[in-house]
């Protein structure tokens, strides 16, 4: 069971700002593709954080892209399989909630992004920073090529 559109509802019910674009379905349909990912690529640009959920396949190619962006994400994690996980310090990377902490009620999704935003709201444009290095060490072509013989 996918649950974004339950997350998201749960975030514009919130006290987080959020300026999100829904679109129809998945690549905005009936948009010029150019003119869609321009507008999502501006729209991450614009936002501390990104909201990244699985799609289709359990991972997010949202994950990556906020890495690569220098932004923080929002990984609702649903066990995926993420390379260099062993690896890399997750813990100031961005908000990463286990989908089954929030299904037994174990966390509380708004709470946790809360308390991540005021624990580091000092140090967020480091994380950023951050976030663009481990892309680009790990999960750009030459990163990940670089570092494949370490999975």
Not at 25 to 36: E, N, Q
Request: with cysteine.
């Amino acid at each position: 069971m996918h649950n974004r559109k339950y997350y998201l509802s749960l975030l514009l019910k919130s006290d987080i700002e959020t300026k999100f674009i829904f679109r129809a379905g998945f690549w905005a349909p009936g948009i010029d593709k150019k003119t869609a990912r321009n507008e999502y690529f501006n729209n991450m640009e614009e936002n501390l954080f990104t909201f990244c959920y699985r799609g289709a396949g359990n991972f997010s190619y949202r994950f990556y892209e906020t890495l690569m962006m220098g932004r923080i994400p929002i990984l609702v994690n649903t066990d995926c399989v993420i390379p260099f996980w062993n690896i890399i310090n997750k813990e100031n990377i961005g908000i990463i909630i286990d989908e089954n902490d929030l299904k037994n009620n174990k966390k509380d999704f708004i709470t946790e992004i809360t308390n991540y935003y005021n624990k580091h709201k000092n140090n967020l444009i480091d994380i950023q920073k951050n976030n663009r290095k481990i892309w680009e060490q790990y999960f750009s072509p030459i990163g990940y090529l670089q570092n494949i013989n370490n999975l």
